[in-house]
């Protein structure tokens, strides 16, 4: 039997063959209809689509990541301490409580499900949160470190990930098909992880204390949502890109899922 997270990395290619098709309608509208209402519609979709098939992609796999640790660690005591520490804090947390209190609270929670085993679901309890969130940097950051991965986007940086942004055909394809090939890795637990020329950073907690410097994937996610929230929010409505710009973000998607796909996994498997 797969892993939820093998079918999670299979499921990339289905959320970017809608956006692929809307580009190829796009162009199709542009240069054989000569329909520019048409294109221009077409490439606002796009736009707001990008941002969404991000958001669902990063909740989808947060879930899975727990379900298979749920699954095959099966006892509390050898969840990620991270892990079981979010899911005490919720349970206890009261407004008005002190840290203090709180802090003690969390740890005979601890100790008590290590006798006595649960389920951790960071879900259950929600204090009528709205986690329909735009997939910000900071937005990235928060969900996977419940799982005692820091600084996501961080962790991508100045690896080869990053050959995607010099526009290379050549580089492009093997890229693609290296990031395919590791799908893979993932099918059986514990998750193998990829090659070393594809070896992604840890960030030490202590580390994510301090200013990290913006990579050129928090650029590129602030570009797509800057642009999804001026047709969202209708404060354009104008088409301010094109199709050779969209298709070339969908590109830069796809291979940001795969790095973080295989960052959480490295990083999840290793944790004691």
């Known amino acids: 039997m797969s892993t939820a997270t093998f079918e999670i990395a299979m499921s990339i290619t289905t959320r970017l063959a809608e956006l692929k098709r809307l580009v190829t309608h796009a162009v199709h509208s542009r240069d054989v209809l000569k329909d520019e209402n048409i294109y221009n519609s077409i490439c606002r979709a ?18 899975s ?3 298979d640790l749920n699954y095959y660690l099966k006892d509390f005591s050898k969840m990620p301490s991270v892990m079981q520490r979010a899911f005490c804090e919720k349970m206890v947390y009261f407004e008005g409580v002190p840290d203090k209190d709180q802090i003690a609270r969390v740890n005979q929670l601890i100790a008590f499900f290590t006798k006595n085993s649960v389920q951790i679901d960071l879900q259950a309890i929600s204090y009528k949160q709205n986690d329909n969130k735009n997939p910000s940097p900071s937005f990235i950051d928060t969900v996977f470190e419940k799982l005692g991965i820091y600084s996501m986007l961080n962790t991508l ?7 995607v942004f010099k526009n290379n055909s ?6 693609l098909r290296d990031m395919s090939k590791f799908r893979s890795y993932l099918y059986s637990f514990p998750f ?9 950073k840890k960030i030490e907690k202590k580390e994510k204390k301090v200013a ?4 050129i994937w928090h650029d590129y996610i602030d570009e797509i949502l800057t642009r999804r929230h001026s047709i969202a929010h209708g404060d354009t409505l104008n088409n301010d890109t094109t199709a050779e710009q969209l298709e070339s973000d969908i590109l830069k998607l796809e291979v940001l899922m795969y790095g973080v796909l295989y960052s959480a996994t490295s990083q999840v498997s290793a944790q004691p």
């Not at 940086?157 to 050959?163: F, G, I, K, N, T």
């Not at 050549?170 to 890229?175: E, G, W």
Request: net charge negative; with cysteine; proline share 4%.
């Open 192 to 200: 193998n992880s990829p090659p070393s020329e594809y070896t992604f």
């Open 46 to 63: 796009c736009c707001i689509l990008l941002a969404s098939n991000l958001e669902g992609f990063l909740k989808e796999l947060s879930r």
């Open 212 to 215: 990290l410097d913006n990579t």
């Open 170 to 175: 050549r580089l492009n394809y093997t890229l």
């Open 65 to 67: 990541l727990i379900l």
């Open 157 to 163: 940086a100045d690896s080869r990930l990053e050959d």
